[in-house]
């Protein structure tokens, strides 16, 4: 079945720092792909969107682009700030349902 | 206004007792969710109805019961609750998988003792 690899965690960086997290995703056909970010005690937010190939989504100063011929969706940003802290999950849509990668948990420092 | 609203924020019980978490979205959105997210993060689908239908049943044990009175509600029912039942709970609602994304409520911290 389709399934969706983050890379592993906790990364920390320091104020300003650019930011990567990769994603990359197994499907059998195109679905729709999605960044979610979980605040310490908190549900999961939207952050961003694409829904095809060499879509670029972007928000609060994210962005990431469906690359279908590298099965990829990385985060990036190119300077964080302490409030980034958080969990971040990448996700795809399936038969009505989100399939989520294991999270990847940031920390900012000042 | 809560978009996805869930209670009890958190919940302490025993082994054994039965236990409902209760889940609104004032969205109008069709579509309800809940999932499970593990002490590791990882959050896995446990059901999903559709206008009060059930859609989505992943492999969970049948202790779990979820109930659906109308579109804008979705409560989890789960009988003689064990240990491994611990975890957060998240209630999500959506329009539209593919476009419009999911809202989730802020979640239901279980503790099993």
């Known amino acids: 079945g389709n399934s969706v690899t983050q890379m592993e965690g906790p990364v920390t960086l320091s104020e300003e720092a650019f930011l990567t997290i990769n994603c990359t995703y197994t499907?059998?056909?195109?679905?729709?792909l999605f960044w979610y970010v979980q605040y310490p005690g908190e549900g999961l937010q939207l952050l961003l969107k694409?829904?095809?190939?060499?879509d670029k989504g972007s928000n609060k100063g994210f962005e990431a682009t469906y690359r279908k011929e590298t099965t990829s969706f990385h985060l990036e940003k190119g300077s964080v700030q302490v409030s980034d802290s958080a969990v971040y999950f990448c996700?795809?849509?399936?038969?009505?349902?989100?399939?989520f990668g294991q999270g990847t948990e940031l920390s900012v420092k000042p | 206004d809560t978009a996805v609203s869930q209670t009890p924020k958190y919940l302490v019980t025993q082994m054994g007792n039965d236990k409902s978490i209760k889940c609104e979205q004032n969205?109008?959105?069709?579509?309800m969710y809940w999932y499970k997210q593990d002490s590791k993060k990882f959050l896995k689908i446990m059901f999903s109805?559709?206008?009060?239908?059930?859609?989505i049943n992943e492999t969970v044990p049948n202790r779990f019961s979820p109930k659906s009175p109308d579109k804008a509600h979705l409560n989890l029912h789960i009988n003689s609750l064990e240990l491994g039942d611990s975890a957060v709970y998240f209630c999500?609602?959506?329009?539209?998988?593919?476009?419009?994304?999911?809202?989730f409520g802020s979640g239901t911290r279980l503790t099993v003792v």
């Open positions: 999500a609602s959506s329009q539209d998988d593919r476009t419009g994304g999911f809202t």
């Open positions: 694409a829904t095809k190939a060499d």
């Open positions: 499907a059998t056909g195109y679905p729709s």
């Open positions: 969205l109008g959105h069709d579509t």
């Open positions: 109805y559709n206008n009060k239908e059930l859609i």
């Open positions: 996700a795809l849509s399936e038969g009505g349902k989100l399939i």
